[in-house]
């Protein structure tokens, strides 16, 4: 596969701006990235500073929503785009539940409006690789794992949207013959993660001295991946990934989420010694569940690692200690972007 003129969906939130750079860095992509997104609240052109310069000509910005059909063909036609990687998303379940409209909108009409307009560029189009999550599957007891055999059981707004365009890019290689490619992947965790989110959410609260919410009993289970893994996978996957097929990702890392935070505490006590108000772990408080909050994901990412010889190189340690640090140094950036918006959703979300 030489692709020439790739385009990424919301390149700039948190996954999309790690495989931008990944990419660009790789010697084995020669061709030139448009990246589309829509700049939502958690759009951030400043995880890509840099990128235009260290690249030139082979990097590219537009503002662009999705859901816009007019647009998105225009874009397709303009760029001549042979190939995308579909990461733009409404992504975060909490939001989900409050206010699910968005998340019908950009996730399944989003995808169908760039399946459309990837079929109307003919036989000149190479591949569709559409990155979805584990959460499709919904939650599994205290044992198995996800397999790419296991039913679709969605649970939130959120994950339910996922599912319904995880549906219509299979419908689209069915149908059309579109040549497409799909990943299921567990949580991920790295720089540039907007703080409303698990990992960097506790490592700021901590920084600040402020409450660590943890939802429930604290001992629902994810699989963690650090993103520079999960970039990683999607290459290879784009890359030597059979047509057609789904490929699930994952970090080998199931943790519950109150070892976690126990271990931000630790790593935030170790990096930012508190001057004399004790272990972050007394910021640990215990809030109202989340509902329908699944218990607990696992991957069974064999097929993966057997078809296409992908492993994460990464180890929950290694990587937490790494995103923690990172969050510390570039202090600036989290200032910058808990702006209105975001300090208002922590209003609604967690009261306070
Ligand atoms: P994110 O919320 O950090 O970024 C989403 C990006 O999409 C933002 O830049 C936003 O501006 C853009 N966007 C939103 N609506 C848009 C629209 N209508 N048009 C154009 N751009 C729009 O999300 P993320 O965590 O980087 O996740 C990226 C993708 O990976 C999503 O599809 C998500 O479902 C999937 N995924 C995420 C995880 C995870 O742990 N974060 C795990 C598995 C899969
Ligand atoms: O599994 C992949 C999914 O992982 C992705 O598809 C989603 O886009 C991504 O947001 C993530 O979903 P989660 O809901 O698992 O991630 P989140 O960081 O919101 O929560 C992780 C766990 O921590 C979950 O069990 C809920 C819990 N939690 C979360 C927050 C924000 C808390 O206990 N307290 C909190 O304040």
């Given amino acids: 596969m030489d692709i020439r003129n790739l385009l990424v969906t919301g390149g700039c939130g948190f996954i999309g701006s790690n495989f931008i750079r990944h990419l660009l860095a790789k010697a084995d992509f020669h061709g030139r990235i448009i990246n589309a997104d829509q700049l939502t609240y958690a759009g951030n052109p400043e995880n890509l500073r840099g990128v235009e310069e260290a690249y030139p000509g082979r990097y590219l910005f537009r503002k662009a929503d999705i859901c816009d059909a007019d647009l998105v063909r225009e874009i397709f036609s303009h760029y001549e785009i042979d190939a995308v990687c579909h990461f733009a998303a409404e992504s975060h379940v909490d939001r989900s539940i409050l206010k699910p409209d968005c998340f019908i909108r950009t996730n399944i009409l989003g995808t169908f409006n760039l399946l459309e307009a990837a079929k109307g560029r003919g036989s000149a189009f190479q591949l569709f690789h559409h990155v979805s999550t584990d959460e499709v599957f919904g939650s599994l007891g205290p044992v198995g794992a996800f397999t790419e055999e296991t ?26 013959g579109l040549p497409t490619t799909l990943s299921n992947c567990s949580n991920n965790y790295g720089p540039y993660q907007f703080p409303e989110k698990l990992i960097p959410l506790v490592v700021l609260n901590a920084l600040e001295g402020k409450p660590l919410p943890v939802y429930g009993d604290g001992k629902n289970v994810r699989d963690w991946l650090y993103v520079e893994d999960h970039c990683e ?52 408080t215990f809030v109202k569940d989340r509902p329908g909050h699944d218990r607990r994901y696992a991957i069974d990412f064999g097929k993966l690692n057997g078809e296409l010889g992908w492993t994460p190189a990464e180890s929950f340690a290694s990587g937490l200690r790494k995103t923690v640090q990172w969050y510390l140094d570039n202090k600036g950036w989290s200032e910058r972007i808990c702006s209105g918006e975001y300090q208002s959703w922590i209003k609604e979300q967690y009261g306070s």
């Fill in 233 to 284: 996978a999607i290459w290879t996957v784009m890359g030597k990934g059979r047509r057609g097929e789904t490929y699930n990702v994952g970090g080998r890392a199931e943790m519950e989420n109150i070892a976690i935070v126990e271990m931000i505490c630790d790593l935030v006590d170790e990096f930012a010694p508190s001057s004399g108000a004790g272990p972050r772990r007394r910021l640990i």
């Fill in 151 to 176: 039913p679709y059981r969605p649970n939130s707004p959120y994950s339910a949207s996922k599912a319904s365009s995880d549906h219509l890019v299979r419908a689209y290689h069915e149908t059309y």
